[in-house]
């Protein structure tokens, strides 16, 4: 069964930092296409990044040069670490998985996990 679980969330002041992290239990990440998405309060989920097992990476232009993705295929997790936060950055981040390698859709979706940033 797979399970995808996201930690890493919390309160943060403008310009802070935090990293987020997902373990993909029951899930091998060689071939599958790891992605981070985002959903604030009363619009809709937006893409965020995501990572190919080749090490290609694509990001939303509105986190280009803040937010990084990276994944540890041996420990079976994926990362997002975030940079100079903004308060528009406020949302509920999901990591999600594409087992067909090909970057959608994603048929894996972990819980969420919620980050604020205060200004």
């Known amino acids: 069964q797979v399970q995808l679980v996201e930690s890493g969330g919390g309160w943060v002041q403008a310009g802070g930092s935090l990293r987020l992290s997902c373990a993909a239990n029951?899930?091998?990440?060689?071939?599958?296409?790891m992605g981070w998405f985002r959903q604030a309060p009363g619009k809709e989920r937006e893409f965020v990044a995501a990572r190919w097992s080749s090490g290609y990476t694509r990001s939303a232009d509105s986190v280009k040069g803040r937010f990084t993705i990276s994944r540890d295929n041996a420990k079976n997790t994926v990362y997002l670490q975030m940079m100079n936060l903004q308060p528009e950055d406020t949302a509920v981040y999901y990591c999600?998985?594409?087992?067909?390698?090909?970057?959608?859709?994603?048929?894996?979706w972990g819980q969420g996990t919620q980050v604020t940033v205060s200004s």
């Open positions: 999600a998985a594409d087992t067909t390698g090909r970057g959608g859709p994603y048929n894996y």
């Open positions: 029951g899930l091998t990440l060689s071939n599958t296409v």
